[in-house]
T-cell receptor
Framework: AQKVTQAQTEISVVEKEDVTLDCVYE???????LFWYKQPPSGELVFLIR??????QNEISGRYSWNFQKSTSSFNFTITASQVVDSAVYFC????????????FGPGTRLSVLP | GAGVSQSPSNKVTEKGKDVELRCDPI?????LYWYRQRLGQGLEFLIY????????KSGLPSDRFSAERTGESVSTLTIQRTQQEDSAVYLC?????????????FGPGTRLTVL
């Protein structure tokens, strides 16, 4: 069975601080995909990144970076120099199979960036 | 609009009543998903449509839940004899294909409150 854990329920930081959101996953498959989505107050989930299990290279996109470590089954997300607009709920998700309906989402981490 | 739209944005109903939630996917997207998001939790997969194929209903929690989709257009999620535990945000997503690598685009959701 697949499972995603986001141990941090809520995080508050002051603008310009760096913040890391943790994601730990469980799966028995060797082929799987990991995702991060952002859910701002408007409610619509916004896709941030997809990573397959064969690609452990870390990725940086502007102020966002992702650290994928298969050895610890973690896929952590770091926001550098946080901004108020980063305030949202962030979801980590896992899909074992190749089809879109097999997503398992974590419970989410609510990030509040204070001015 | 260019994105996924859902209506109504909010629905308050009394226990035992039936409700219908609507989703308009992005034009041309063949795949459509319904999810349920309970307060403070991640998304739960409910049902998935792909073109004219039989839908994947494996996530529907009970026979009170049903959904329809006509071709590759609008979908309606119906909850009969609503219960208080049905209170949640119902999210719809669409994608251009069925694979997990086909990004899902989410609507803003319908917040259902059952009194």
């Amino acid at each position: 069975a697949q499972k995603v854990t986001q141990a941090q329920t809520e995080i508050s930081v002051v603008e310009k601080e760096d913040v890391t959101l943790d994601c730990v996953y469980e799966t028995r498959d060797t082929t799987y995909y990991l995702f991060w989505y952002k859910q701002p107050p408007s409610g619509e989930l916004v896709f941030l990144i997809r990573r397959n299990s064969f690609d452990e290279q870390n990725e940086i996109s502007g102020r966002y970076s992702w650290n994928f470590q298969k050895s610890t089954s973690s896929f952590n997300f770091t926001i550098t120099a946080s901004q108020v607009v980063d305030s949202a709920v962030y979801f980590c998700a896992l899909s074992e199979a190749g089809y879109g309906q097999n997503f398992v989402f974590g419970p989410g981490t609510r990030l509040s960036v204070l001015p | 609009g260019a994105g996924v739209s859902q209506s109504p944005s909010n629905k308050v109903t009394e226990k035992g009543k039936d409700v219908e939630l609507r989703c308009d996917p992005i034009s041309g997207h063949t795949a459509l998903y319904w999810y349920r998001q309970r307060l403070g939790q991640g998304l739960e997969f409910l049902i998935y449509f792909q073109g004219n194929s039989a839908p994947d209903k494996s996530g529907l929690p009970s026979d009170r839940f049903s959904a329809e989709r006509t071709g590759e257009s609008v979908s309606t999620l119906t909850i009969q004899r609503t219960q208080q535990e049905d209170s949640a945000v119902y999210l719809c997503a669409s994608s251009s294909g069925v694979l997990v690598t086909d990004t899902q685009y989410f609507g803003p959701g319908t917040r259902l409150t059952v009194l």
